[in-house]
């Protein structure tokens, strides 16, 4: 079974701000939470808030909540006038990106936009609608458009399986984890369990049946 990862930044340097913001949202949507102590994480009910770092706090959310963060980023980016920034990969297969600042939407993108094209037509269609421009994400946080324009390319299209966004780069833009590379050219720090962690949030079993998808 591959990977279907979420993990979401918040420009906000408080623990306390964002976890009380992913508190209200689950709340909302009638999911219970309960704040973790002590003892390992449940990587099948708990977010990771792990502590600030160049201003951005990181989130990394339970498994399989690839359905739902798109929609609490957007939430949470609205409500509270956040810039946020949130990436979620689905089985291995390909990595997506969304960024709001406030109630604008800066930036979307698709590492495979064709990969639903037979299998799920809506799914295809979403993606079809992405603006993958980088130019006001760029803006937003301030480093040059031509720094993070070479990570939004079409993984299926690559001529070459080692092809890379920037020479330094560690991973390929074939290989999902290259969106930790995008991430580091913004200041966002990809977190390394279990340094950092600040706080956990524990939902409740039944969260994925009540929360909102992208």
Known sequence: MGYFLAVTAFHVDSVTDVSAAITDYLTTHGVS?????????DSGRDAQIYAP???WTVVL?????????FALARSV???RNWLVSTVHVYDD??????AH????????????????????PDDFERVAHYDSTPERLAAAVEVPTATI????VDADSLASSDAKAHPDDEFPLGDFWVFTDFWRRLGIPYPTPPQNLA???????????KLPHA
């Open 77 to 79: 980016a609205t409500t």
């Open 53 to 55: 770092t160049n201003g």
């Open 93 to 98: 297969e390909y990595w997506e990106h969304l």
């Open 199 to 209: 706080t956990v949030l524990r939902l409740a079993k039944n969260f994925s049946r």
């Open 101 to 120: 600042n406030g109630p604008t939407e800066l930036h979307a993108f698709c590492s495979r936009p064709a990969f639903w094209r037979d299998e799920s």
């Open 149 to 152: 324009q070479p990570y939004f």
């Open 61 to 69: 959310w339970p498994a399989y909540f690839n359905l739902h963060d």
């Open 33 to 41: 939470v309960e704040t973790i102590s002590s003892g390992p994480p």
